[in-house]
């Protein structure tokens, strides 16, 4: 799970890795026999028990800088991903966030950029609204209304959603179920860890090999999965 990549000097969430720290992590992948792909190619992979050396990777909110200094590195190190964007914001900042640089979203021509290279272009709803926090109509707006416009905007299917802040709950993945989206990223669901809410481990700029690594292993103990979900 990945966010901006650029300067990080002020980052006081943490959400930034610069792209020398990506160009070594994705080769760091491809060191240990691993492809970066989209969430939609890792699933489809993984139905037809093909996903061995393959590792989903995700960018979240869609900042401007995933098609100046994210998308480069992905196609040399011959990677894919999923970029979870807000409709609602395009053009806009990381208002969200009360700390920390004001950041720039990728434009309805940056989406199109972005989806024209291969990426897979995914919902992160309309606004960045903590949907465990929001009103039934609020919840049901974010997840229908940003796929439509994602769907006309890039003219390609959305079948990805991610919640924002990571947060879930049993109402949120119903609401994306009911969408017609495919599946759901979230970042530690606990019992609800499923197509609905897939867990993910969050990569940052302090991240080196050894670090990965136990990212990985102790992420794989913390998950728990509940049939159906």
């Avoid at 009103?135 to 905007?153: F, G, I, P, Q, W």
Wanted: aromatic share 8%.
């Amino acid at each position: 799970m990945y966010h901006s990549v650029g300067d990080c000097s002020d980052d006081p969430y943490r959400i930034t890795v610069t792209p020398e720290r990506l160009d070594r992590q994705l080769a760091w992948l491809r060191r240990r026999g691993l492809r970066g792909v989209s969430v939609a190619e890792l699933l489809a992979a993984r139905a037809r028990g093909e996903g061995q050396g393959l590792a989903g990777l995700t960018f979240d909110d869609g900042y401007a800088d995933f098609v100046t200094d994210a998308l480069p590195l992905l196609r040399r190190w011959n990677c894919g991903a999923t970029l979870f964007v807000l409709p609602g914001r395009l053009g806009g900042d990381n208002a969200w966030d009360p700390l920390g640089p004001r950041k720039p979203l990728l434009t309805a021509d940056g989406i199109r950029h972005a989806a024209a290279e291969g990426v897979e272009i995914g919902s992160h709803g309309l606004t960045h609204v903590d949907l465990t926090r929001a009103d039934d109509l609020t919840v049901k707006n974010e997840v229908t209304e940003s796929r439509a416009l994602l769907e006309e905007l890039a003219g390609v299917r959305i079948d990805g959603f991610c919640y924002p802040y990571g947060t879930v709950d049993v109402r949120a993945v119903e609401a994306v179920r009911e969408a017609g989206y495919a599946y759901a990223c979230a970042i530690d669901p606990g019992p609800l860890t499923g197509p609905y809410a897939l867990p993910r481990v969050h990569v940052g700029q302090n991240d080196t090999a050894w670090r990965l690594y136990l990212k990985h292993r102790l992420h794989r103990l913390r998950r728990r999965t509940v049939k159906g979900l």
